[in-house]
């Protein structure tokens, strides 16, 4: 079994090194965390969101900026769609579960503010409907997903695609990426910054 526990291991690091060695995957990369921190300079927000364990990671970088990541400073203004169970409900119960992260934008989201749809097939309807709310109220939207990018990437005014086809690889590679971000964030605003 350690075999097979090392071949899982290896399968994840691969993953991660094929992200390492993309130039024009970590030109998004940083993209989106320029746009980041130039919207915290702004006072807007980020807003996140996902399904199942892309709902985990969703509510995981919006309590890291929240909270803190790396050091202690002012908090920094996230929302993660997928907490409320009441709207989750609500919504789910009178207009469906594909305006489950729709409807809460239409509410929450404002001009200037970051919309980050996380999903491993990125064609997960409810998101892809957040992606259409969004347009219409001039929130930018980053899909971090895998696979071919889905309906996701077409829509997404940044595409950060993970350079596989397995779930779980991508999931892993999702949330380092979101570490990164809530790092290089943290930084810029309230610490030296990082390298340029
Ligand atoms: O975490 C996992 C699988 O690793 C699951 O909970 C997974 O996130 C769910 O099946 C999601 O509904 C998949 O949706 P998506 O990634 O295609 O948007
Ligand atoms: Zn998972």
Do not use: W
Not at 2 to 22: F, H, M, P, V
Not at 102 to 126: A, K, P, V, Y
Not at 149 to 168: F, N, Q, R, Y
């Amino acid at each position: 079994m350690k075999e097979y526990i090392k071949d899982q291991i290896k399968k994840s690091y691969e993953t991660k090194k094929a992200i390492y060695e993309n130039d024009e995957l970590l030109g998004k990369i940083e993209q989106v965390a320029k746009l980041c921190v130039e919207l915290y300079r702004c006072k807007n927000k980020t807003i996140l969101a996902g399904n199942g364990g892309s709902a985990a990671d969703a509510q995981h970088i919006a309590a890291e900026l929240v909270g803190r990541y790396g050091f202690d400073r002012p908090s920094l203004p996230s929302l993660s769609l997928t907490t409320d169970t009441s709207n989750l409900t609500a919504i789910g119960n009178d207009y469906g579960y594909d305006k489950v992260f729709s409807r809460q934008l239409e509410g929450m989201g404002q001009d200037g503010d970051i919309f980050i749809g996380i999903s491993t097939s990125g064609n997960s309807l409810n998101i892809i409907n957040a992606f259409k709310v969004a347009k219409e109220k001039n929130i930018k939207t980053v899909a971090l997903v895998g696979r071919d990018g889905g309906e996701m990437a077409k829509l997404a005014d940044v595409a950060i695609i993970i350079p596989s086809d397995a779930t779980p690889r991508i999931q892993e590679s999702h949330i380092l990426i979101g570490h990164i971000l809530c790092d290089i964030i943290e930084k810029e605003i309230f610490g030296e910054g990082v390298a340029k």
